[in-house]
């Protein structure tokens, strides 16, 4: 991502300075996600720091200074992706703030909208998933970006358990662009892990996660 696409990060302080929430956001049509939000500003990722820092209003006030970006560049409003697993936020602090939800995707994503000018047309998932995996039907495939700092080890540790363990020679992908991201095979986008046609893990997984999804796909002797 480059800074000229309008990616903005934000931190909320408490009075000591230390770190209580931060939130990333973007013009929609550069998001990294697999939607279609152009004209929103889009929540790449929100999260607080820690327990102590949880009811609070930190990602509430975050939330609204990107409300409040959106407003000022004559935004339609603030789309988000949102799921109850990991790696992205879950959908009750959008809730909480105004958000509708808008459209879902297996197993557990949420797309949800605050809008701005009511009468805009919806923000939409990517959609056709099935159609989108057919395209890596052999072999292992690791879908990657640098959209997050934590994909790389995830990647390189999988990559390296294939090799070793499983005798694969991974396909590793790398994502360079949001239009790639966009066209991914997943809402989140960003990180995946195919084999022969299956989606294994549609966000950042483990090496010991990686050897059971892969042990419970062998046939017992």
Request: proline share 5%.
């Amino acid at each position: 991502m480059q800074v000229e696409q309008g990616i903005r990060a934000k931190y909320a302080l408490d009075s000591d300075h230390q770190p209580l929430a931060y939130i990333e956001y973007l013009p929609g049509e550069y998001a990294w996600r697999g939607v279609n939000a152009h004209g929103y500003m889009f929540v790449h990722c929100i999260w607080t720091f820690s327990k102590r820092a949880q009811n609070k209003g930190a990602a509430s006030a975050l939330l609204n200074d990107c409300l409040q970006d959106a407003k000022m560049a004559g935004l339609k409003g603030v789309a988000v992706l949102a799921r109850d697993g990991p790696w992205l936020a879950s959908s009750g602090i959008f809730l909480k703030n105004g958000f509708e939800v808008v459209a879902t995707a297996a197993p557990d994503y949420q797309l949800l909208v605050r809008k701005l000018d009511e009468a805009a047309a919806d923000p939409t998932l990517a959609g056709n998933w099935q159609k989108r995996l057919s395209k890596y039907p052999n072999g292992l495939t690791i879908i990657r970006s640098q959209q997050c700092p934590h994909i790389a080890k995830f990647a390189d540790d999988i990559a390296a358990v294939a090799r070793k363990e499983y005798g694969l020679t991974p396909k590793v992908i790398e994502l360079k662009s949001c239009r790639e991201a966009q066209n991914a095979p997943t809402p989140y986008a960003v990180f995946s892990v195919i084999y022969d046609g299956q989606l294994l893990a549609d966000h950042q997984i483990s090496a010991a996660r990686f050897r059971n999804i892969m042990r419970n796909l062998q046939p017992s002797n």
